[in-house]
């Protein structure tokens, strides 16, 4: 790994060096296109105002052109927490996640299959590529329940003007309501961005790490104890299936796992191209500016990821066990950890039709992909080739958007997936908003989990022979904006669609099966500064197919706001989410797997929280009560009402959280 590491970063360096060696070559600067508008550094960029306190701060992401800003918004907490409002979880800061809504995972070739702790791992093509006309840092402190803490840090700034980096730090750890259920994660992320004098060369480095630590307890092992307030007031008191009736320890100094989840992830890109075409500049008295129109781009990008997966209980408890998993005659200590590494070379060439118009390109590409996995005694090796293509155009006058990209993998491990995804967008008017039409279609392998090869077999006891999944999805979206209204509906067809049938064994469905899903969303303006906001959706599935979901999913917000005092951005009011009882999916801890049940419907009370938001310049604060709906008068009166995230693990009574986001300009 080293080695590769050092290898990535020399060619980083030795095209930076070269590129700057070759200062009589014009350079282009973004992918996969700009215009001479829309230069790797925009002039605000280029050209201070004299205002000593302000700065210009854009950011776009590693395969779009557009720029953005930084959102000032304050109305949404959501925005700024890693889990979605959408998203169920298992009563802990950092526990696992999963959608109510249906979202299969739509990504052929290879696949791991441990996807329960994604919200908190940040995804590789999400790294913003950030230009600042001076340095700028952001801090962010969200302090909740029993110690639970949240540290975001950011920095960016120019070395140069055409040379940029960013550092970024996460931290989440949270001790639990309940016993067993301490989180502990951490991410690491760096990426720099180079182009050269004059547009005609792009470098774009990425490395990052996230570290994932989950306490696992199995649930609680009766639920009728919650309902003994006198004994169990102190949910941490309820005892639980698994981490052993001895651990008592709920402190937020400690971050050992002692039973659970321990995943660790590395990731390193490395993405080059070089463009050919018309060169062109702007002089003015004191400075040249360059542009460039490419016809070609030659595009290199390498990337080394690792994976290690581990599931460990060094305080077993048989009984747990036994009910969860039917495991008799256990050792002492339990310890499951697959490792993969995987390389991918990828080379494109893209063709700019309309060189006045480069948001139009077709792009060509063909890649060669190594996997190695360590399974201890086992440690094989595949290869994977695939190739791909993508055609992209945005018209002159902005009213059509389209999309068709395709990959297809050739011969190896993967042999055989694909994935088609087609996207068209209508801009009808400035009254009538926009409608987007978008088609995909992925055909994938089975994840590895689901392989005889992987050491979570010995949990994982179910068929091992699947086909592959095949998923259609057919969307519609239209966008009033000046009504403050979205309309949305999926059509989903899943065939030889594999899950989870119970804690240990896994499924195929070889018959087809549909899920319809809705989306509504709409800001209605009440009065000045009286705002409802509402987000709905309707889900409908075909009879017996092996997924639940609730029919209906909402979140209502009713809020004073508006700004005051020239600097005072305010929002605060009441928060509300609410899902129609379903036969909510199971959680199996040693495979990290969310699994479905068809014994116990959960009928939970509307989530409520009421909260501030405030802004002043770069400072915000969020303050926010959450889990109003558990209080009870009796037997006793307290916040013991809790909703159930699964069949055996509730969420948190009533807790006061506390966040603070502040941003410097040095």
């Known amino acids: 790994m080293l080695r590769i590491i050092c290898f990535i970063a020399f060619l980083f360096v030795g095209s930076v060096l070269f590129a700057q060696f070759r200062g009589n070559r014009s350079i282009m600067q973004n992918m996969p296109s700009m215009s001479s508008s829309g230069g790797t550094f925009k002039d605000t960029l280029l050209h201070r105002t004299g205002l000593e306190d302000s700065a210009t701060i854009l950011y776009r992401y590693l395969d779009t052109v557009k720029f953005n800003t930084l959102d000032s918004s304050v109305s949404d907490f959501y925005k700024r927490w890693p889990v979605p409002w959408t998203n169920v979880f298992l009563g802990n800061t950092g526990s696992a996640t999963k959608s109510y809504l249906f979202t299969p995972l739509l990504k052929a070739g290879w696949d791991h299959g441990f996807h329960s702790y994604d919200a908190y791992i940040p995804d590789l093509y999400d790294t913003k590529f950030y230009n600042s006309t001076r340095p700028y840092s952001q801090l962010a402190y969200i302090l909740g329940p029993k110690g639970e803490q949240n540290i975001n840090v950011l920095h960016t700034q120019n070395y140069r003007r055409n040379l940029s980096f960013t550092f970024r730090f996460n931290l989440i750890n949270a001790p639990g309501i309940f016993k067993n259920q301490k989180t502990n994660h951490s991410n690491l992320h760096f990426n720099t961005w180079y182009t050269g004098k004059k547009k005609r060369y792009n470098a774009f480095f990425i490395v990052s790490s996230a570290k994932i630590g989950a306490t696992e307890n199995g649930g609680i092992t009766d639920l009728s104890l919650m309902d003994n307030t006198a004994s169990y007031g102190d949910r941490f008191n309820l005892p639980t299936n698994l981490g052993g009736s001895n651990y008592k320890s709920n402190s937020f100094l400690s971050s050992t796992i002692y039973t659970g989840n321990k995943y660790q992830l590395t ?38 990821n690792t994976y290690t997966f581990e599931y460990a209980d060094v305080n077993i408890d048989t009984a747990g066990y036994r009910k969860l998993y039917n495991l008799t005659n256990l050792p002492s200590k339990l310890g499951i950890k697959d490792y993969w590494q995987t390389f991918t070379n990828e080379a494109a060439i893209y063709s700019y039709p309309d060189i006045k118009n480069q948001l139009q390109f077709l792009k060509v590409a063909a890649a060669y992909q190594t996997l190695h996995a360590d399974f ?151 009065h000045k500064h009286w705002n409802w906001y509402t987000e709905i959706y309707l889900q409908q599935t075909t009879p017996n197919a092996p997924v639940h979901l609730p029919l209906v999913l909402t979140r209502n917000r009713f809020a004073y706001e508006g700004l005051f005092f020239k600097t005072l951005s305010l929002s605060t009011g009441v928060e509300m989410r609410y899902h129609t009882p379903y036969k909510a999916d199971g959680f199996s801890p040693v495979l990290g797997q969310f699994f479905l049940q068809n014994q116990t419907t959960v009928k939970n009370l509307p989530d409520v929280a009421a909260y501030v938001h405030f802004r002043v310049r770069t400072f915000y604060l969020f303050l926010r009560a959450e889990n109003l709906n558990t209080i009870q008068f009796t037997p006793n009166i307290g916040f013991f009402n809790n909703n159930m995230a699964t069949p055996l693990q509730p969420t948190p009574g009533y807790f006061l959280r506390f966040g603070v986001y502040w941003g410097f300009i040095n």
């Open 267 to 304: 990731n390193l890109l490395f993405r080059h191209h070089y463009d050919v075409g018309k060169k062109d500049s702007v002089v003015t008295d004191s400075s040249v500016t360059y542009l460039f129109y490419p016809r070609f781009r030659f595009q290199h990008t390498v990337q080394f």
């Open 376 to 526: 201890g005694t086992n440690q094989p090796s595949f290869t994977n080739a695939f190739v791909n293509g993508e055609y992209r155009n945005k018209t002159k006058n902005k009213k059509w958007d389209m999309e068709l990209a395709g990959t297809l993998y050739l011969a190896g491990f993967n042999g055989g997936d694909y994935s088609v995804i087609a996207s068209l967008k209508r801009l009808i008017g400035q009254k009538l908003g926009s409608l987007t039409l978008s088609f995909q279609n992925v055909n994938r392998s089975p994840s590895v989990i689901h392989d005889d090869m992987s050491n979570f077999k010995k949990f994982n006891i179910g068929n091992t022979s699947f086909n592959k999944e095949n998923i259609t999805v057919a969307s519609a979206m239209y966008e009033l904006p000046q009504q403050r209204l979205v309309l949305g509906a999926k059509y989903f067809i899943a065939g030889n669609y594999i899950y989870f049938a119970d804690y240990t064994t896994a499924d195929q469905e070889a018959t087809l099966f549909n899920v319809l899903q809705l989306q509504l969303q709409k800001q209605f303006r009440i």
